[in-house]
């Protein structure tokens, strides 16, 4: 959760916010997909319960 709120404060999640909307575009389907290759990436380097709290503030920026 510390590593979350670091990388949000810091701008990194609306830079990949930005870039998962840019790529993805309006297609509900394609979001959810950039979001998930995101989330798995993130998870492959870390454990899944950090890589689930990373995932929180994309997803509060996207929805924005």
């Not at 990949?16 to 389907?29: D, F, M, N, S, T």
């Not at 998930?36 to 997803?59: D, E």
Request: charged share 15%; aromatic share 4%.
């Amino acid at each position: 959760m510390i590593l979350a709120g670091g990388l949000d404060k810091t701008g990194v999640m609306e830079r990949v916010a930005w870039a998962i909307l840019h790529y993805g575009g309006k297609i509900e389907k394609q979001i959810v997909s950039l979001v998930s290759g995101t989330v798995a990436l993130v998870s492959s380097c870390m454990q899944n319960v950090g890589a689930a709290a990373l995932r929180t503030p994309i997803g509060g920026n996207t929805a924005k």
